[in-house]
């Protein structure tokens, strides 16, 4: 069973900065595209940050100079330095993972979700 472990998140003023984690685990074979995505009160999730495999990355546009998303493939993990945060950047913040899995004698491909991790931007 494949996990995605988020840290990181917290009570931070305008102008400030935090570094989410995520750290997946299980029978991993490989991840494709990592990615953070966000849900604010009312609002529909929606993608913050992607990065590929080979660490090509694509942000949306209102976090764009002040977000980066990096990852690390040997640890399994994807990060996102969130910098200059914005009270409009308050959401549930959820780590996106594509996982090729192997489950006794099949392999499959999952698109796996973190539990969500709590960012709120005091003004």
């Known amino acids: 069973q494949v996990q995605l472990v988020e840290s990181g998140g917290g009570l931070v003023q305008a102008g400030g900065s935090l570094r989410l984690s995520c750290a997946a685990s299980g029978t991993i074979i490989s991840i494709n595209d990592m990615g953070w995505y966000r849900q604010a009160p009312g609002k529909q999730r929606e993608l913050v940050a992607i990065i590929t495999s080979g660490g090509s990355t694509n942000y949306a546009d209102s976090v764009k100079g002040r977000l980066t998303i990096s990852r690390d493939n040997a640890k399994k993990s994807v990060y996102l330095q969130m910098n200059n945060l914005k009270p409009e950047d308050t959401a549930v913040y959820y780590c996106?993972?594509?996982?090729?899995?192997?489950?006794?004698?099949?392999?499959?491909?999952?698109?796996?979700w973190g539990q969500g991790t709590q960012v709120t931007v005091s003004s």
């Open positions: 996106n993972a594509e996982v090729r899995e192997q489950i006794w004698t099949t392999v499959r491909v999952r698109n796996c």
